[in-house]
Every structure is written in structure tokens, then in C-alpha cells.
């Protein structure tokens, strides 16, 4: 016998087989993008955790009866459009093992008049629903499925009251609701989805009470009669063009832990004259306040780092606008900050580069002295950021002050901060707080 030729089979067996028990465990773990055809009519796919997608269906579909399990492997979510415009559909039953429902799931299934959606699904995206016999069977008012997700509304009131134990109102939930002119909210919201509020042109005023994480985007775009926002300091995130078209919002009380304004956020609120920006934000994204017409000022705190192209373009009232950030990045247009806006920077900043790239008038920014943290205020929090600086300096630790930290931190003016900068902010605060 060949011996050396046996090796070699061998070799070849041995390295097959293990390429095929390698590419079997990678399919557990990765993104399977081939799609299967399960009982005829529902196509699916494997999930980069081992999980079935239901994708899409085929356009003659009368009952789509979704199983919990397809081959071994849980069903977990059906994709947004899956089933969208089947007109044939009539029935779908959908098992406790879906945990998320995409946007437009099921719109237009203008047959569709059984659908049962178990307490199971934690999300639920725009519109699934729009469209069908069985939403417009549905009793006037809240339309809730799944784990108290605010579907639809299919109401005529114009004094809202949204049910106690909702979590999330889903994407175009209340969009064109003319009828509506208030809105209560529940503290146990947490997710506005996006275009939940959409085109509600008499809703006058709205509160996002505490607990609320999330406003998605265009939430409430073109609501034209909202004057008045105030969002709890909860919200991290609200989305791109959220209050875009908002013509008769006056005054909006950003939250204190938001991170970044988004692009067209606050978009032709031509009736805002204030605002102001927390000092959480490190970003304004492009066309956030684009044509504010009646925005006057705004003060981007040193936490800002980035002003986005046409952040601020079309705001003719504007007559001041000031970066404490001297890094900031300002996109490069002469339209990012409109040009009847005086410039306020300091020295050697980007703002003054900008302003003289454009011929801006450009003045010196002076911080208040002691307002470390830029609440307006002179209190015990600038007193121990005073102290954290020094203590850094002190021990040697690497730690750079920022332009603005030595101008609002340095009250002595010996250049340097240190705990004689630190008396002087209690001392200030103690004689505050007794002529109170």
C-alpha cells in the first residue's frame, strides 16, 4: 500500500470535515442573509444569535400562522413590511416568543381582520396596523397590544388622556389627529416613537413627564398650534426633525442629560425666542435651528464641540450668539451662523477664526467668574470643581484646563487656579445665600 498517498486522503478528509464543522458554528453566531420558505407562504432568515426573522411573505397569503419554532431555532421578531399590502390576508396569529414587530408589519392588509399580538412583544414599530379591518373594529380611544404598547388612536377627543401602565407610544400612533388639543402623558412612558404626534395641528401644549428616555424622530413634526414643551430631564435622545414645523413654539425647557441636538431638530420654529441649552450637549447637528426667525441669543456651552453646517442659518433676529468652547468645531459655511449675529469667543478660538474667515463682528467672551459648571450660578458644585482642578494640578495628575476653566475658575487673577479661587466662590455663595 501507498502509505504517502493514504496520508494525503486522509489530510483531505480531515481538513474537510473540519471546514464544515467550522462553517456550521459560524452560521449559529453569524448573520445568515439567505432567506427560507417556511409552510409555503412566510420566508425567514437566522439572526446573528441563532434566532428566526420572519422577512417577508408571499402576496397570496390568506393565514399566516407563525410558529415558535422553525427548525429548532426561536422566532423572535417579525421584520418591518413582512406582511405589508397582502390584501389577501385575513388571519395571523403570532406566538409568545416575538419580542419585536417592525414598521408597517402589516399596513394595508385591507382584509385583515384577526390578528393577535401576545404580551410578549416589547416593540412595536410604526404604522403595523394601519389600514386593516381590524384596527377600524377597534373601540374608540387607545389602541394597546402586546407589552402596553400604544398602537394607534382612534379617537375624536380633544382632551387626551393617554392610559396609566403604557410604556411606549409607537411610531405614528396619533399622527393627523386634528381633533386633539392636549395631551397627558403617563410617567410610565418611556419611548415617544417617531411621528408618534405627528401633524396634531391643535395640540397646544405638551409635557414629557420623567421616565421618558426617548422622542423619536418627526415625533412632533408639524404640530403648528404647540407653544410649549417642557421635557423631563429623563430624555437622552431626541430625534432629527422632532419639532420641525412646531411655527407657534414659543418656549421648549430642554432635559439636562440630553447629548446631542439633532440634525433639523427645532427646524423653522419661526416663534422661538429662547433657548436654552443644557450643558450636557456636546453636539448641534446641521440645521438644528434652521430659520428660527425669532431666536435672539443663544450661549453654546464649553461642553459644546461641534455646531453642524446651517445650525443656526436663517436666524435674521438673532443678534448674539457665544461659544465658551474654544476648540469648538464650526462647520466651514457662512451659513452655519446667520450674519446678523454678533460673535462672542474667546480669544484664539474657532469662533474668532470663523468670524474673521467670514467678516462677522467678533467680541470677547467673558465668562461669569465662579460658574464653573454654567447654571448661572455661583454655589458649592463650582466650589468643588474649583478644588478637583486644583487637587489634579497639585498631585501631578495629567489633566489639562480648558481656556474657559481658567478664565471662569482664576477669580484672584494670578493665573493659575487654586484654593484661594475656591474661598472665594464659598465666600461669594455664603453672601448669596444670606441676603436670601
Not at 162 to 174: E, L, Q, R, T
Not at 273 to 301: D, H, K, M, W
Request: glycine share 8%; aromatic share 8%.
Amino acid at each position: 500500500m501507498n502509505y504517502n498517498l493514504l496520508k494525503k486522503i486522509l489530510i483531505y478528509i480531515l481538513t474537510g470535515v473540519l471546514i464544515f464543522m467550522l462553517t456550521m458554528n459560524a452560521g449559529v453566531v453569524a448573520d445568515d442573509t439567505e432567506e427560507y420558505l417556511y409552510n409555503g407562504n412566510i420566508y425567514y432568515q437566522i439572526n446573528e444569535y441563532g434566532n428566526v426573522v420572519i422577512t417577508r411573505s408571499r402576496a397570496s397569503v390568506t393565514e399566516a400562522d407563525i410558529p415558535s419554532e422553525i427548525d429548532g431555532r426561536i422566532v423572535t421578531e417579525i421584520k418591518g413590511s413582512a406582511f405589508r399590502d397582502r390584501t389577501r390576508l385575513i388571519k395571523v396569529i403570532i406566538p409568545d416568543t416575538i419580542k419585536t414587530i417592525g414598521d408597517y408589519a402589516f399596513h394595508q392588509c385591507i382584509r385583515l381582520e384577526t390578528v393577535e399580538i401576545p404580551d410578549s412583544v416589547e416593540y412595536i414599530g410604526w404604522n403595523i396596523l394601519e389600514s386593516t379591518p381590524w384596527l377600524e373594529s377597534q373601540p374608540e380611544g387607545c389602541v394597546i397590544a402586546g407589552d402596553n404598547i400604544l398602537i394607534a388612536y382612534t379617537g375624536s377627543e380633544t382632551n387626551v388622556v393617554i392610559p396609566y401602565g403604557v410604556k411606549i407610544i409607537a411610531g405614528c400612533a396619533f399622527e393627523g389627529c386634528t381633533s386633539m388639543m392636549s395631551v397627558e402623558i403617563p410617567e410610565t412612558v418611556r419611548e415617544i416613537g417617531g411621528l408618534a404626534f405627528s401633524g396634531c395641528t391643535q395640540l397646544t401644549e405638551c409635557n414629557i413627564p420623567y421616565g421618558t428616555e426617548t422622542i423619536g424622530s418627526y415625533a412632533f413634526h408639524w404640530c403648528a398650534a404647540l407653544q410649549k414643551v417642557d421635557i423631563a430631564d429623563s430624555v437622552t435622545t431626541i430625534g432629527n426633525h422632532a419639532f420641525a414645523g412646531c411655527s407657534s413654539l414659543i418656549s421648549i425647557k430642554l432635559p439636562m442629560g440630553l447629548q446631542r441636538i439633532e440634525t433639523a431638530a427645532f427646524y423653522e420654529c419661526s416663534s422661538l425666542t429662547t433657548i436654552n441649552i443644557p450643558g450636557s450637549v456636546s453636539e448641534i447637528s446641521s440645521q438644528a435651528f434652521y430659520r428660527c426667525v425669532s431666536l435672539s441669543e443663544v450661549t453654546l456651552n464649553s461642553t459644546v464641540t461641534s455646531v453642524g453646517t446651517d445650525a443656526f442659518s436663517g436666524c435674521s433676529g438673532m443678534q448674539r450668539i457665544v461659544f465658551f468652547n474654544s476648540d469648538c468645531f464650526i462647520a466651514d459655511s457662512g451659513a452655519t451662523v446667520d450674519p446678523n449675529a454678533v460673535i462672542y469667543g474667546l480669544r484664539e478660538s474657532t469662533a474668532q477664526r470663523y468670524a474673521q474667515s467670514y467678516s462677522r463682528q467678533f467680541v470677547l467672551a467673558v465668562p461669569m467668574a465662579g460658574d464653573l459648571n454654567e447654571d448661572g450660578t455661583i454655589d458649592l458644585d463650582d466650589a468643588v470643581i474649583i478644588l478637583g482642578i486644583y487637587a489634579n494640578s497639585a498631585s501631578n495628575v495629567a489633566y489639562e484646563i480648558s481656556d474657559f476653566e481658567l478664565i471662569a475658575g482664576d477669580l484672584d487673577v494670578n493665573g493659575s487656579i487654586g484654593i484661594d479661587d475656591a474661598t472665594e466662590v464659598l465666600r461669594i455663595y455664603s453672601q448669596s445665600a444670606v441676603n436670601q
